[in-house]
């Protein structure tokens, strides 16, 4: 029997030949030709299959499909991506590999029919960007390439800003730069312009430029580049970052200097680097440290100072620059302060905070995980409060809301806990709920002891208004959760704490989903089905 790392990598070899070569059902023998739809059946239920070797012809079945009979796979489009997406993260190497190349040819041949899909797949291609091998990393990144380059960008771009940039992982955060920027380019400026999502994009260029990995930084940069060619866009980047990140970007990208800046990491495409070779000196396309006088791309900007757009009345502004000293003083007292402060606004002027929530939660975020525990201890009691004034104007911020209270559910000081309880609470009642039981199964993968079991009972207090108005969100986001506490073989006597949550969490979706919920099971093994029939008394 072959080696199976060699048979992967050389199975890998002729997928990027046939990504080369991309054939629509022409000169090509295919058993999907005779009756596609049955086909597709078939492909189903292998994939349902626990043997892997069936999961591969299932995946292949699949990819023939898409590549000669796409519009049979539209009626079933959304089960067959969380089919998919299920697969990217199989143990077994060549599964997942198979799963993520057909994912690259559902966006090569559907084109803008995956924009309905691309925020379920997108985050899971982005999970296997890193600790993975090497071909399967490669595969995911070359799959989100071709999510960039067919689908609308405005989806593209959601999908990208909404987690990727936010990782912990920086293979994760360089490649999702490396694509954002890619994407600015193919937009162009003008069409950049009109895009409701440039307020965030700019905001992220910015943490981006800053960000503590050198490649990263670099596509960062450069995204900040292209906001400066531009003045609606260079306004919208100086109202989404303070006066001193700004600064603090032209001066890095004038200290290192265009030649340095290409040296480090070569540009996405081929065009970025013809248009350095203009007739100027990369050195002059340089801001000064106070002026803007040229882009990358050669067009010359009226000069300006580095700084915020002023808000209307200037008393805001003052009582914002207030906020953010106070919210990053060295003493623990002031940083109180701080946070009593943003309540005190929330109170009096929610509008001014709401508009500027992006930026106050750049220092707030801060002292919800402060060194301190009593500037932690009163930010998430102040978190839980404003949550309630500002409802969803904080949906903005909700995926670093629900890091930051995460965190402080594993904490060992009763008060901190008590408090992240009461914020994840006011989360639920408050926040956008679909998004919610995204961010939140997305943390529960990373916690353990109590907070696991804290974000798993908001997940079963979401389940049935979700599940009314997107039911597949429940089966991507929700059904895993339950699928991992049955999968622990010694539930049935395990803490009375852990089975209280999962039996809520499986009657919350047996209530919402009926009978469909045995289907989903009958593909588990054995001793899952006996822990669901032992919770539910089937």
């Not at 295919?30 to 078939?42: I, K, M, N, V």
């Not at 100027?280 to 757009?309: I, N």
């Not at 002031?334 to 709401?354: D, H, M, N, Y």
């Not at 907070?451 to 597949?472: G, H, K, M, N, T």
């Amino acid at each position: 029997m072959a080696d199976p790392v060699l048979t992967v990598t050389s199975e890998m070899a002729a997928g990027a030949q046939r990504r080369e070569q991309p054939r629509r059902g022409t000169g090509q023998k295919d058993t999907a030709s005779a009756d596609p739809q049955q086909s597709l059946q078939e492909a189903l239920s292998l994939l349902g299959s626990d043997d892997w070797e069936q999961k591969q012809k299932g995946l292949f079945k699949i990819k023939q499909l898409a590549e000669s009979h796409s519009d049979v796979l539209l009626s079933q489009l959304r089960d067959i991506c969380l089919a998919l997406t299920s697969e990217v993260t199989n143990l077994r190497s060549k599964v997942s590999f198979s799963a993520i190349v057909t994912l690259g040819e559902f966006f090569a041949n559907l084109k803008k029919d995956m924009d309905s899909e691309v925020d379920e797949v997108a985050p899971v291609l982005l999970q296997v960007v890193w600790n993975t091998p090497e071909f399967i990393q490669k595969a995911a990144c070359h799959a989100l390439r071709l999510m960039v380059e067919n689908v609308t960008p405005a989806r593209a771009m959601i999908a990208l800003m909404d987690r990727a940039v936010k990782s912990r992982c920086a293979q994760v955060r360089e490649c999702a730069a490396k694509l954002l920027l890619s994407l600015m380019e193919r937009m162009g400026v003008t069409k950049l312009a009109d895009t409701p999502r440039a307020e965030m994009l700019a905001h992220v260029a910015g943490k981006l430029a800053q960000d503590c990995h050198q490649d990263t930084r670099h596509f960062g940069q450069e995204m900040v580049k292209v906001f400066l060619s531009h003045q609606k866009l260079k306004m919208l980047l100086e109202r989404s970052l303070s006066t001193r990140d700004l600064e603090d970007i032209l001066t890095r990208i004038k200290k290192k200097g265009m030649e340095n800046q290409k040296s480090e990491c070569p540009s996405v495409k081929e065009p970025v680097e013809k248009r350095n070779d203009g007739p100027k000196k990369p050195q002059d396309t340089m801001p000064s440290s106070k002026r803007v006088e040229s882009t990358s791309d050669g067009r010359l900007l009226h000069r300006a100072k580095a700084q915020v757009t002023l808000p209307a009345a200037v008393e805001e502004t003052d009582m914002l620059q207030k906020l953010y000293h106070l919210l990053q003083a060295k003493g623990f007292q002031t940083r109180l302060e701080g946070v009593a402060l943003l309540l005190e606004l929330c109170k009096s002027s929610p509008q001014l905070i709401s508009k500027n929530i992006v930026q106050i939660f750049d220092y707030f975020v801060l002292r919800i995980c402060d060194s301190h525990k009593k500037v932690r201890q009163k930010a998430l009691d102040v978190l839980a409060e404003i949550i309630g004034l500002l409802d969803d104007a904080m949906n903005p911020v909700m995926i670093r809301l629900v890091e930051g209270i995460a965190k402080n559910l594993s904490s060992n000081d009763a008060g901190v806990h008590a408090a992240a309880v009461r914020a994840l609470e006011e989360s639920v009642a408050h926040l956008d709920k679909v998004s919610l039981m995204k961010e939140f199964s997305h943390q529960w993968s990373q916690l353990s002891g109590q907070a696991l079991l804290d974000v798993a009972e908001c997940i079963a207090e979401l389940v049935e208004w979700v599940y009314a108005r997107s039911p597949e969100v429940v089966q991507r986001y929700a059904l895993p959760v339950l699928w991992s506490f049955l999968e622990n073989k010694a539930l049935p006597v395990r803490s009375a704490n852990i089975r209280t949550v999962a039996t809520k969490l499986a009657l919350a979706l047996y209530e919402a989903m009926g009978n469909k919920l045995k289907k989903c099971a009958a593909s588990k093994p054995q001793h899952m089905r006996e822990n669901l029939s032992n919770i539910l008394y089937w």
